[in-house]
T-cell receptor
Framework: NAGVTQTPKFQVLKTGQSMTLQCAQD?????MSWYRQDPGMGLRLIHYSVGAGITDQGEVPNGYNVSRSTTEDFPLRLLSAAPSQTSVYFCASSSSTGVTEAFFGQGTRLTVV | GQQVMQIPQYQHVQEGEDFTTYCNSS?????IQWYKQRPGGHPVFLIQ?????EVKKQKRLTFQFGEAKKNSSLHITATQTTDVGTYFC??????????FGPGTRLSVLP
């Protein structure tokens, strides 16, 4: 049972480039989310999804897009990378939005130069 | 919007000493979760508290949820080097998403 798998683990982008961070879970969880983690700021919610075909914005959505075509996959797209998007990104899933634990992926360390 | 604060930001203890981190929310919470993140790792779920005044224990870890459901604490008795990491609380206001606190980074000196 792999849990939540994120790829890549590390990425360096130039300002203005676009890329997609991949996230897949094999636990049949309905709820998936993306966070960014910056020093001293904890985890901030970027986007989330309560099921296939349904996505919504979190606390810091600007500059990011998501889609949820299947229960398993929840990719995060950076449209035009900026240095302010340098961060560690975590994908998480849970079986329900309010009552169960979140399982986190290993994280993607992104640097935008 | 909802804000979740944690104190202290950093804590250095000698192995064997106790450690406590406090979590405070600007709004009443329906439930609160605690996570631990080892250096270079990802957050791992520790526990969830739901009831006012609830106390739960996991070996040397004791978790409390305040009577007003606006604060929580995590206490570790007799710290060990394996306790090193950052401890996050995440509070949820009814029907909303969880909001994470900034975390308390614990270092344990052997």
């Amino acid at each position: 049972n792999a849990g939540v798998t994120q790829t890549p683990k590390f990425q360096v982008l130039k300002t203005g480039q676009s890329m997609t961070l991949q996230c897949a879970q094999d636990m049949n969880h309905e709820y998936m989310s993306w966070y960014r983690q910056d020093p001293g700021m904890g985890l901030r919610l970027i986007h989330y999804s309560v099921g296939a075909g349904i996505t919504d914005q979190g606390e810091v959505p600007n500059g990011y897009n998501v889609s949820r075509s299947t229960t398993e996959d929840f990719p995060l797209r950076l449209l035009s990378a900026a240095p302010s998007q340098t961060s560690v990104y975590f994908c998480a899933s849970s079986s329900s939005t309010g009552v169960t634990e979140a399982f986190f992926g290993q994280g993607t360390r992104l640097t935008v130069v | 919007g909802q804000q979740v604060m944690q104190i202290p930001q950093y804590q250095h203890v000698q192995e064997g000493e106790d450690f406590t981190t406090y979590c405070n929310s600007s709004t009443t919470l329906s439930n609160i979760q605690w996570y631990k993140q080892r250096p270079g790792g990802h957050p791992v779920f520790l526990i969830q508290l739901v009831k006012s005044g609830e106390v739960k224990k996991q070996k040397r870890l004791t978790f409390q949820f305040g009577e007003a459901k606006k604060n929580s604490s995590l206490h570790i008795t007799a710290t060990q080097t394996t306790d090193v990491g950052t401890y996050f609380c995440a509070g949820r206001n009814y029907g909303q998403n969880f909001v994470f606190g900034p975390g308390t980074r614990l270092s344990v000196l052997p």
